[in-house]
């Protein structure tokens, strides 16, 4: 719609700020209707226009022949840094900790709207002050105006009760009204009953008497009586209606979490007025937008007030936006909104929902209270606030039209407001005040009775503070069963469109299919669930598709897409692909891979490690318990001779605390565990495929050495240097008492190493390397080396470390080997891949 339309939100908060003031200053009985149009022909966006529409509005009516008791001057104060700002910029608002509205006439206060982040009574004290004299100012060029451009009063007549009139209705009805007023056992709807059951005694007693001028009148004139009474008893005595003192807070009664399955709940009861609060929490796109002259363009908090017509039990139709509940609902928004945590700490979208079960006075105020309990139900970690309503009863010198007396009333009831001349909301924490709605009926109040006020409206808060405290005094903690959930990953533009999809198909699958909801910005991908178990499900699906950074020790879920007889490949995170080796399929010995997993398989594997070329490998075995048989049978350091090895990708880089320099290590991850599994290999073989690619690729020497032994049990000729004990090489290797060797074959090992006994040093050979790294494996090292695969053209040897070799057969070697052969080799060559190439040494 390009039109205008319906006043939305924002325009019937403005024409309450500019109504507010105005009407208390008509004469009393002129009840002819009046309209004030005030439209924004043009905004620089600089300033709040409404301010300047209110005083537009006084300067109309002092233009037209209205009877109206103008003119009022309109300012807004702000403070930056403790220094008050008059009419600042939307700029400066933005920076201020004080937004006051202040609308008054020469002498007095007309009308004040406050939204402020904690600021002291003292404070406010202070601004209030500074707005009155600048205030002020508006009011003489309008009064010039009026005097060179404005029409002449037109006589109106006025609708006024005589003195006959009310004498009459007095006489039948005072005695009986002052007796419902001074009983306090009467609840609201009983003392309305009872009223309106006077009512009709007087109508029927006028009937009888034909008196028809006073019928006309009769319900104006009960009620100047009831408010004569009334105001009578609470001055000259100090006692309201239902026997409270004036400084005194009705019963308080309030529970929070009252609905479990919602994000948050209270229930808050002050005397018969009641509220039911709730507290739902969204994504951050779902903030609503705003369609504003000035001002943000979304808002993230929203506050809804209801007031049914049962609450009041009336029977009435709900249409359309109310100018009172957007009032009182925005008023309860900005007392809350004060002491939310910054949208940096708290990305939430949040929208309280105030429903007001019974009414009998100041259910804005019983919505702050409850609203701040329901957010903190919510787990929102924030300050309680409070809000209490003040009023004011007082006695008026008819000649001078001075205040000669007066009552300030704490926490009123709706016949108090309606009876009493104001209705002073002030809202705010045990640190200051928040917000403040100040509606007065006479045609104004002295600034020095409003600023007493505040003083009464503090105790009063702390008192309700105290009552809430008690019920819910820390934010809730999360649980599964219904707190809301939200991650937040970064991810480059190019991967967010290819998580939304064409015309954000795939994003909205993604929803229906979860139930989450996701929001993309620039480079920011937000993900917001009801609970931990779709918000799972949404990020299960958004790594698939887009996949996130490779964590060792993270866990993923993929599918295998094939089986080979040395272990599967599975697609994860986004369609990247990694190595599940045979020998992480089990705890147990696997002699076929197929019968562990199969191609279309789900599995949830964890990242043990990724090598210098990026290949990732995973394991199935880690994300499974481990038999308590094998934790006791399995020696550190050892490669047992019937098992596969633990970790075929196992480290060889000298990485201090056994992580992977090259992934980081995920939050929930202990260091040192697993810590073999976590570093970067230097040189390894991938897989048994790739060997036959090599040999096939590089070809057999015909020139190779003698014939390979079948065991290290055969003694060497050669010359190995002294290790300092036999038990010393046996603990620094990975040659261990269990292996096949026997004990003849031991002796001879140890021999052919060390020496005889005697210390014949001729028998020394070169150095064999007890622990292999990538530093220490050059041509010509030595190694006690392991058979772990036999191949039809050589022997995969373990050298230790990690590391696997490579040993060819000569044409007519013999090839009766089993794995678990042990052998002592030495480093020929390399591959082109870095493989080593090894050879036997000779006897």
Same mark, same amino acid.
């Given at each position: ?49 409404d ?12 233009l ?24 600042p ?18 002498e007095?206060t ?37 005097? *060179? ?25 005072? %005695? ?48 100047t ?13 100090g ?40 507290? &739902? ?6 903030a609503?937008?705003?369609? /504003? ?78 609203? /701040?309990m329901?957010?903190?139900? %919510? ?14 009863? /007082?006695?008026?010198d ?39 709605q ?84 620039d ?35 993929? @599918? +295998? &897409? ?63 318990p ?5 934790v ?19 480290? +060889? ?6 992580q ?22 230097? @040189?390894?073989?991938? /897989? ?13 020497s ?27 090489f ?22 052919c ?16 390397? %007890?622990?292999?790294? %990538? *530093?220490?494996?050059?041509?010509? &090292? ?46 020929s ?8 190439? +090894? ?5």
């Amino acid at each position: 719609m390009r039109r205008e339309g319906a006043p939305k939100e924002r325009e019937l908060l403005v024409g309450r700020i500019i109504d507010r003031p105005i009407r208390p200053l008509f004469p009393a009985g002129f009840y002819h209707e009046v309209q004030v149009m005030a439209s924004v022909l043009s905004s620089d966006g600089k300033q709040d226009p409404d301010i300047m529409a209110a005083n537009a509005t006084s300067a109309a009516l002092m233009l037209s022949d209205i009877p109206w008791g103008g003119p009022i001057g309109m300012i807004r104060i702000g403070r930056i840094c403790g220094q008050f700002i008059v009419n600042p910029t939307m700029d400066e608002l933005s920076l201020s900790d004080l937004n006051l509205v202040y609308a008054c006439t020469r002498e007095k206060t007309l009308m004040i709207d406050v939204q402020a982040r904690e600021i002291s009574e003292k404070d406010l004290e202070a601004g209030l002050r500074l707005a009155h004299p600048e205030a002020v100012k508006y009011l003489e060029p309008q009064i010039r105006l009026a005097e *060179k451009a404005g029409k002449q009063k037109k006589e109106y007549k006025l609708s006024m009760i005589s003195e006959q009139t009310l004498e009459k209705v007095s006489n039948l009805a005072e %005695a009986r009204i002052e007796a419902v007023f001074t009983d306090p056992s009467y609840g609201k709807f009983q003392r309305g009953e009872a009223l309106d059951k006077i009512g009709q005694d007087v109508k029927k007693a006028l009937e009888e008497e034909c008196d028809e001028e006073s019928l006309q009148v009769l319900p104006k004139a009960v009620d100047t009586v009831r408010k004569r009474v009334i105001r009578k008893r609470i001055i000259a005595e100090g006692v309201r209606v239902d026997g409270r003192q004036l400084d005194e807070v009705r019963p308080i009664y309030c529970e929070s979490g009252n609905l479990p399955i919602l994000h948050g709940s209270s229930l808050f009861s002050r005397g018969d007025t009641q509220v039911l609060c709730t507290v &739902t929490l969204g994504a951050p796109a779902e903030a609503q937008r705003l369609e /504003s002259l000035v001002g943000p363009p979304t808002k993230r908090f929203m506050l809804h007030y209801s007031f049914p017509p049962f609450c009041i039990n009336e029977v009435g139709k709900r249409v359309g936006l109310n100018r009172r509940e957007v009032g009182h609902g925005t008023l309860a928004e900005k007392a809350l909104l004060a002491v939310l945590p910054p949208e940096n700490d708290f990305p939430y979208t949040v929208r309280v929902n105030s429903e007001v079960m019974a009414s009998d006075g100041s259910t804005s105020m019983a919505t702050v209270c409850g609203g /701040s309990m329901a957010l903190m139900d %919510a787990g929102i970690p924030l300050q309680h606030v409070a809000g209490v309503s003040v009023g004011l009863v /007082s006695e008026v010198d008819p000649s001078t039209g001075e205040i000669k007396d007066y009552r300030i009333l704490t926490d009123i009831l709706g016949l108090e407001d309606h009876l009493g001349d104001m209705d002073f909301k002030i809202a705010g924490t045990r640190i200051g005040v928040t917000a403040i709605q100040l509606d007065i009926k006479p045609a104004g109040i002295p600034l020095d009775i409003i600023c007493e006020c505040l003083e009464h409206a503090h105790k009063g808060r702390l008192q309700i503070l105290d009552h809430m405290e008690r019920e819910i005094s820390a934010p809730r903690t999360q649980d599964d069963r219904n707190s809301p959930r939200l991650a937040t990953l970064k991810y480059d533009n190019d991967t967010l469109r290819r998580l939304i999809g064409p015309l954000g198909a795939l994003k909205r699958k993604i929803e229906e299919e979860t139930g989450g909801r996701i929001s993309v910005s620039d480079g920011t991908l937000t993900v917001v669930a009801k609970n931990q178990s779709v918000m799972e499900k949404v990020l299960e699906k958004v790594d698939f598709i887009i996949g996130r950074e490779i964590e060792v020790g993270g866990i993923y879920k993929g @599918v +295998v &897409t094939s089986v080979k007889e040395y272990g599967a490949f599975v697609e994860f995170n986004g369609g990247q692909q990694g190595l599940l080796h045979v020998s992480e399929l089990s705890h147990e010995p696997v002699s076929r891979v197929s019968d562990v997993v199969s191609v279309g398989q789900q599995l949830s594997l964890r990242c043990i490690g990724q090598d210098v070329r990026g290949n990732i490998k995973l394991s199935l075995k880690a994300v499974s318990p481990r038999p308590e048989a094998d934790v006791k049978g399995v020696v550190e350091g050892s490669v047992p001779v019937n098992k596969q090895a633990t970790d075929v990708w196992a480290s +060889v880089g000298d990485v201090s605390n056994g992580q992977n320099p090259e992934l980081p290590m995920r939050k929930n991850e202990t260091p040192g565990v697993n810590s073999s599994t976590s570093s970067t290999p230097a @040189v390894l073989i991938r /897989s048994a495929a790739e060997c036959d690619e090599e040999e096939k690729a590089s070809g057999f020497s015909q020139s190779s050495k003698s014939t390979l032994k079948s065991t290290l049990a055969s003694k060497s000729n050669s010359k190995p240097k002294k290790f300092t004990s036999q038990s010393d090489f046996f603990s620094s290797t990975n040659i261990q008492k269990s292996t096949s060797f026997s004990q003849r074959e031991r002796e001879e090992l140890a021999e052919c190493l060390f020496g005889t006994e005697d210390g014949d040093e001729d028998n020394k050979g070169t150095r064999v390397e %007890a622990i292999v790294s %990538a *530093k220490n494996l050059k041509l010509g &090292t030595k190694v006690a080396a392991k058979v772990y695969q036999v191949r039809a053209r050589g022997l995969v040897l373990d050298l230790g470390g990690g590391i696997r070799g490579m040993y060819r057969f000569e044409n007519n070697e013999k090839k009766d080997f089993v794995v678990g052969d042990e052998l002592l080799v030495k480093c020929s060559s390399f591959t082109g891949k870095g493989i080593p190439v +090894v050879s036997l040494v000779d006897s």
